[in-house]
């Protein structure tokens, strides 16, 4: 069964980006180049989608929780960062977050919410 889904670089050191399920209510808003607020392990992280697509959703997939109206990249931006990371072996998510404006502060209490 094919999914909305969304390939979110996450500021850690893995090799490609993380695949997410794209909630029907952010769809609009969850692009390339936005930050999102997504989970990793019992934490809420800030990443940068890379890629949206329709495909098989991965195993025990989790939903990206918001998307972050400020400090979104471009979208060749983004493409570049990718394909630097690829070319120096680089993690990704750490590439992008160089290339990110450091959080606003509703962005950052977004993040630290206590996970329900």
């Known amino acids: 069964m094919s999914q909305e889904l969304v390939d979110v670089a996450v ?3 893995l090799p490609r ?5 794209l909630p029907a ?3 609009d808003r969850a692009t390339v180049g936005k930050r ?3 989970t990793i392990g019992g934490r809420r992280v800030v990443g940068v989608v890379v890629e949206t697509r329709v495909g098989e959703p ?9 998307v972050l109206e400020e ?15 690829h070319y120096y072996l680089a993690p990704i998510g ?7 404006p450091p959080l606003d502060r509703d ?8 996970l329900t």
Not at 71 to 85: H, I, M, N, W, Y
Not at 107 to 114: D, H, L, P, R, S
């Open 71 to 85: 400090g979104s990249l471009p979208e060749d931006l983004v493409k570049f960062l990718s394909r630097l990371a």
């Open 17 to 21: 980006a993380l695949t997410y399920l």
């Open 107 to 114: 962005a950052a209490q977004a993040v630290e919410k206590e």
């Open 25 to 27: 209510k952010l769809r």
């Open 58 to 66: 991965p195993p025990k997939g989790k939903p990206i929780l918001d």
């Open 36 to 38: 999102v607020v997504c």
């Open 94 to 100: 750490e590439v992008m977050k160089l290339a990110l």
């Open 11 to 13: 500021p850690a050191p």
